[in-house]
């Protein structure tokens, strides 16, 4: 994967949920051209951050030992993000088999709703890696294993109140 676009998860339940979250800064380079004068995250990127968050817990479900890539989404955004908001997306499995899984996810800045989706992953076996392509975890690694291990700390860490 060469672009994470989550920053951390916030929150992970073992083939049930995952939160995670993205802060948005101008400092990114798609606000320059997206648009000039009117900087909103581009749409892919925003449902990109959200089939990642899905995807690792689909992945984390059965171990990490098969590969899972996006393979249908259906979505409806509510209306852009902009710099300086923090996007948290939050993604529940639905189903979960053989072949690959489901998960319907939100994308919300605050307690506002940006975007929703249903996403479909695939699992993929080592005969159906695309050509030159020798990794068989080829989706699991690089930037990636540093939110897999925040996301099995959140999901070993119970969550609680200060106080």
């Known amino acids: 994967m060469r672009w994470t676009w989550i920053d951390r998860f916030t929150a992970f339940e073992s083939r049930k949920a995952a939160t995670a979250v993205k802060c948005l800064s101008l400092a990114e380079d ?27 817990l689909v992945g984390e479900a059965n171990g990490f030992k098969e ?38 996810g939100t994308v919300k800045s605050g307690d506002v ?19 030159g392509v020798t990794d068989s975890k080829f989706v699991f690694t690089g930037e990636l294993q540093t939110l897999l291990k925040t996301a099995e700390a959140v999901a070993v860490t119970p969550a609680t109140t200060a106080g």
Do not use: C
């Open 67 to 104: 590969n899972v890539v996006l393979a249908k989404m259906s979505a409806k955004f509510a209306r852009e993000a902009y710099p300086g908001e923090q996007l948290t997306y939050t993604a529940t499995l639905v189903d979960l088999g053989a072949t690959g899984g489901r998960v319907s």
């Open 113 to 131: 709703l940006v975007a929703e989706a249903d996403i479909l992953f695939a699992h993929v076996g080592p005969d159906q890696l695309p050509p």
């Open 30 to 56: 798609h606000f320059a051209d997206h648009f000039p004068g009117f900087p909103v995250m581009p749409a892919p990127l925003i449902l990109e951050g959200l089939a990642q968050t899905g995807g690792i």
